[in-house]
């Protein structure tokens, strides 16, 4: 039997999971030390891919890993409200199923930049017309990706 794993996180998962373990460490003080080791070994493989795929760090690639932190920040915040029962708004449930998607295109775009399309999540829903104003500029009306091809 073979014994390799043949389904491995990409880039850009272990970017998004790095960013919520973070969270963890922050909010969740009592397994700190776990989270801090975890995201150690996340860490390790991030930097064997970015040697491995000669990764270019560029403006670009920082601005999709901010956005994807900034919606796993905000996302979190809004489950956390829903599950203390502060809020139980249909509208809030909404929005962070937006964010999740903006998460998500933003993950794609991580993958874009390095050239790994072969793993992108192809099911992203958009934000709701009521919450235009999260909506992402990342990699519109420009041709960045054009130009690093």
Request: aromatic fraction near 8%.
């Given at each position: 039997?073979?014994?390799?794993?043949?389904?491995?996180?990409?880039?850009a998962?272990?970017?998004d999971?790095?960013?919520?373990h973070?969270?963890?460490?922050?909010?969740?003080?009592?397994?700190?030390?776990?989270?801090?080791?975890?995201?150690?070994?996340?860490?390790?493989d991030?930097d064997?891919?970015?040697?491995?795929?000669?990764?270019?760090?560029?403006?670009?690639?920082?601005?999709?890993i901010?956005v994807?932190?900034?919606?796993?920040?905000?996302i979190?915040?809004?489950e956390?409200?829903?599950?203390?029962?502060?809020?139980?708004?249909?509208?809030?449930?909404?929005?962070?199923?937006?964010?999740?998607?903006?998460?998500?295109?933003?993950?794609?775009?991580?993958?874009?930049?390095?050239?790994?399309?072969?793993r992108?999540?192809?099911?992203?829903?958009?934000?709701?017309?009521?919450?235009k104003?999260?909506?992402?500029?990342?990699?519109?009306?420009?041709n960045e990706?054009?130009?690093?091809k």
């Amino acid at each position: 039997m073979d014994t390799l794993r043949k389904w491995l996180p990409h880039f850009a998962e272990l970017i998004d999971r790095l960013s919520i373990h973070q969270l963890k460490e922050v909010f969740i003080p009592e397994h700190k030390d776990k989270y801090a080791n975890e995201m150690k070994d996340i860490m390790y493989d991030i930097d064997l891919l970015i040697k491995e795929k000669q990764v270019k760090i560029s403006s670009e690639l920082i601005r999709a890993i901010i956005v994807v932190s900034q919606m796993n920040a905000h996302i979190w915040y809004n489950e956390t409200k829903a599950r203390k029962g502060e809020v139980q708004d249909l509208k809030l449930l909404e929005l962070t199923h937006g964010l999740n998607g903006i998460r998500n295109n933003a993950q794609n775009y991580i993958l874009d930049l390095i050239g790994q399309t072969d793993r992108k999540d192809w099911k992203t829903d958009c934000l709701a017309s009521e919450f235009k104003d999260w909506e992402i500029s990342l990699g519109k009306n420009n041709n960045e990706l054009e130009e690093k091809k």
